[in-house]
């Protein structure tokens, strides 16, 4: 049975650093296309960062020089670092699994399997 679980998430100012975990169980973290979104009140779920079975990472354009994935096979978790975080990148922040293996990409569709979502809050 697959489970998709997010934490790390919290309350922080302007500036701040978080990084989320996502801990997945019921198959491989390497053997799939792992994708962090997120969705801000209000707003449509947008793709954030993903990661191929061969560890490659692709990130929103806006974001890529913030944020950071990174997984850690042993433990079946993957990772996404946020760094000088702005009241902008308040949302709830979701890990899916793709149905994909090497295909890696912001379509929501193409993931099967989601997390319950971890909140994110900047604010000052």
């Known amino acids: 049975q697959v489970h998709v679980v997010e934490s790390g998430g919290g309350s922080v100012q302007p500036g701040d650093s978080l990084t989320l975990s996502c801990t997945v169980s019921?198959?491989?973290?390497?053997?799939?296309?792992i994708g962090w979104f997120r969705q801000a009140p209000g707003k449509e779920r947008e793709a954030v960062a993903c990661?191929?079975?061969?560890?490659?990472?692709n990130y929103k354009n806006s974001l890529k020089d913030r944020f950071t994935m990174s997984r850690d096979v042993a433990k079946n978790t993957a990772f996404l670092q946020m760094n000088n975080l702005t009241p902008e990148d308040t949302a709830v922040y979701y890990c899916?699994?793709?149905?994909?293996?090497?295909?890696?990409?912001?379509?929501?569709?193409?993931?099967?399997?989601w997390g319950q979502g971890t909140q994110v809050t900047v604010s000052s």
């Open positions: 899916a699994r793709s149905s994909h293996y090497s295909r890696c990409g912001p379509n929501k569709d193409e993931y099967d399997y």
């Open positions: 019921g198959f491989t973290l390497n053997y799939y296309t």
């Open positions: 990661m191929n079975n061969r560890g490659n990472a």
